[in-house]
């Protein structure tokens, strides 16, 4: 697919921004990591397209920018290279679909699986023993940030006692009012994706389903295309059903553009494999969004 070309902006920080709200400054690690991975980042671009954050001005040929999300500091950049901004949903639409909240209103698929406000909600959740017996043999929970990436904002508990300083941790999160989504820390034997495009009046374009390699923190390391026999079809079909689900919510949100689901295989303490079509909803770019889109991305 051709179009013209553009000067990226890798915000790869942008949860930080939505996070926060205010003035915005990426920090001397997030530049150093995103220019460690610009070789991989490259796949989002074609073939005249330039980098306008972090290496520098753009290249002539590039007259439009672009960022990973939409943020207001990614934009200004754009500005005040003085390329042409593109079009992009509203900031706070960008906060919403990309905040837990609003993966947790489609649906939770693990068993015990909520999102909460309260420490008191999330002590009410951890206390279910029942529901973590069927999925957890090690009975541990996972604790999420409602805006986060690379693994960052997760905390690791054993329930249903919090220690001192989970306490900290959670009151710290709960502190801003934003809520934490909690479920069962199960054994996940498959990590995969699908990825795909939400034009402004809703038309969808989905790539392929995707394997991703993710670490013990759950921070991306690298992705390639499914095989055919990778993923049942069952899984297929929930993988791309829970994908047209979550862009018609996306678009009567008012958001349009890139997106991507995470998804896993996780095994239970009585052997039989669950497929969870959507674990992450990231409302922007991913690492994996090229690999899965492959020559339907615009």
């Known amino acids: 697919m051709t179009r013209e070309a553009v000067a990226w902006v890798f915000n790869l ?19 150093e990591r ?7 980042l490259r796949q989002l671009m074609h073939p005249l397209d330039s980098v306008l954050w972090p290496e520098g001005p753009a290249r002539a040929a590039s007259r439009a920018g672009r960022a990973w999300c939409p943020t207001k500091w990614a934009l200004e950049q754009v500005r005040r290279a003085g390329l042409e901004v593109p079009e992009a949903p509203d900031v706070e639409v960008l906060r919403a679909v990309n905040h837990r ?28 023993s029942s529901a973590l017996e069927t999925v957890s043999s ?35 999160a709960l502190r801003s009012g934003d809520g934490l989504q909690v479920e069962p820390l199960v054994e996940r034997t498959l990590d995969a994706g699908l990825h795909g495009w939400l034009a402004r009046d809703g038309a969808l374009t989905l790539g392929e389903p995707t394997v991703q390699v993710v670490d013990a923190t759950g921070t991306w390391v690298s992705s390639e295309r499914a095989g055919p026999s990778t993923l049942s079809l069952i899984e297929r079909e929930a993988l791309v059903g829970e994908a047209r689900v979550t862009a018609s919510a996306l678009h009567h949100a008012g958001y ?18 669950h497929f969870q079509p959507r674990c992450e909803l990231n409302a922007r770019y991913s690492m994996g969004w090229a690999v899965g889109m492959g020559p339907l991305a615009p």
């Open 101 to 128: 909240r609003f993966a947790h209103r489609l649906g939770q698929a693990l068993p015990g699986a909520q999102f909460v406000e309260t420490e008191a909600a999330l002590l009410e959740v951890l206390s279910d």
């Open 13 to 31: 920080d942008a949860e930080d921004e939505l996070a926060r709200g205010g003035p915005h400054t990426p920090t001397k690690e997030i530049r």
């Open 138 to 172: 090690e009975r541990n929970w996972l604790m999420k940030r409602p805006l986060g990436y690379a693994g960052r904002g997760r905390r690791k508990i054993a329930g249903p006692q919090l220690r001192a300083s989970d306490r900290t941790w959670v009151e710290a």
């Open 34 to 40: 995103v220019e460690r991975l610009l070789p991989t």
């Open 256 to 273: 349009f553009g890139p997106f991507g689901l995470d998804a896993f295989r996780w095994r239970a303490p009585d052997g039989t494999a």
